[in-house]
């Protein structure tokens, strides 16, 4: 089953908030810590697994995007240029250009994945080809797919893929759908988790609006055997969140988090801020030319505590987030699931 004594699994979370110190403080706490390897260039995801071997020897999983990649957009960008051109003028930014993003760089990910080894591949937006799968699997590694439907559930089940994320509606980030529209993969978390429990014989895992061990014990009752929490890891010491992120984060009273393609150009859910409100969905470019592109704005707003022009990705439950260090909350976690 699952290479980890506890029931829990650190969301993979790139752009900053996932770091080595995080995942190996989650490893050491005897759950399954997880890096963000999408953004990375295979160099950079030996450095951080290299980093975070080096303050750990618990189980690690590495985790890639394996569809949904775009090199090119039909739309014009024109629109877009000229709104972020007016936001980069109030961040003393130099007018946007249009990014060149290459080819999907998934491959040459997945041969760093074949030679670093860690004990878990987890991989979200689609699935691997089975040739790909079979490198995988006979490296030894633990395969986690994700599924944002039941019936995407089924297809990486037949993959024959280890386990599945089950990533109910509720989930903070981006949607990992693949198959069907992602208006119509909004299941919730519970719900979601009984269907592919259901409906596979593979071990599934819930994702979405976790926050506390009550929230563990419900989605072990659904069926999971393990649950995987990123929102609640966002304001640990160890975790990468900006200080404005952080500000953001702590100042949320309610549940006010909305799905937006605004930041990526893949459906993220997040807290509402001003640039959701600005950005007309016409004029969204692609995955990753949206989130290349709107980079700039992003790091010079988290320097300039600005949190109206961040993605501020957090799942539904974001305002019961605690802070504290990583051991600590995987110890609260599991009191609370024992209580």
């Known amino acids: 089953m699952l290479p980890m004594k506890l029931p829990i699994i650190q969301a993979p979370m790139g752009g900053g908030p996932g770091t080595p110190q995080l ?6 706490a005897g759950a399954l810590g997880s890096l963000a390897g999408a953004y990375l260039t295979p160099d950079g995801i030996a450095k951080e697994f290299k980093e975070t071997r080096a303050l750990t020897t618990g189980p690690l999983n590495i985790n890639l995007f394996a569809g949904g990649y775009h090199a090119t957009t039909e739309r014009d960008p024109a629109p877009m240029l000229a709104l972020l051109a007016e936001v980069h003028a109030k961040l003393e930014l130099p007018p946007p250009t249009l990014p060149n993003v290459g080819p999907d760089p998934f491959e040459s990910q997945v041969e760093t994945v074949l030679r670093l080894r ?18 995988v699997r006979n490296a030894g590694i633990f395969i986690i797919g994700t599924a944002t439907t039941e019936d995407e559930g089924a297809m990486l089940a037949a993959a024959d893929v280890d386990a599945i994320v089950a990533q109910g509606a509720e989930a903070g980030a981006h949607r990992g759908t693949f198959l069907d529209a992602f208006e119509d993969a909004m299941v919730p978390t519970l719900e ?7 409906r596979t014989n593979v071990p599934v895992i819930a994702s979405g609006g976790i926050m506390t061990g009550a929230d563990i014990a419900d989605a072990l009752r659904a069926g999971a055997v393990a649950v995987q929490l990123g929102t609640a890891f966002l304001t640990c010491p160890e975790a990468g969140t900006s200080e404005a992120y952080k500000s953001a984060l702590a100042n949320k009273s309610g549940d006010d988090t909305t799905i937006t393609h605004a930041f ?3 459906p993220a859910r997040g807290i509402r801020n001003r640039f959701m409100e600005l950005v007309d969905a016409e004029h969204i470019l692609p995955f990753p030319i949206q989130n290349s592109l709107t980079r700039p704005m992003r790091s010079a707003a988290a320097k300039a505590m600005k949190p109206e022009y961040l ?29």
């Open 23 to 28: 995942a190996a403080a989650v490893a050491n």
């Open 118 to 135: 860690p004990e878990v591949f987890s991989f979200t937006f689609g699935l691997p080809s089975a040739d790909t799968l079979r490198e």
């Open 192 to 198: 979601l988790t009984r269907q592919i429990v259901q």
């Open 264 to 266: 990526s150009g893949r």
């Open 311 to 339: 993605s501020l990705y957090a799942g539904m439950g974001v305002s019961r987030i605690r802070t504290m260090t990583a051991a600590e909350l995987i110890e609260t976690l599991m009191r609370e699931l024992a209580s």
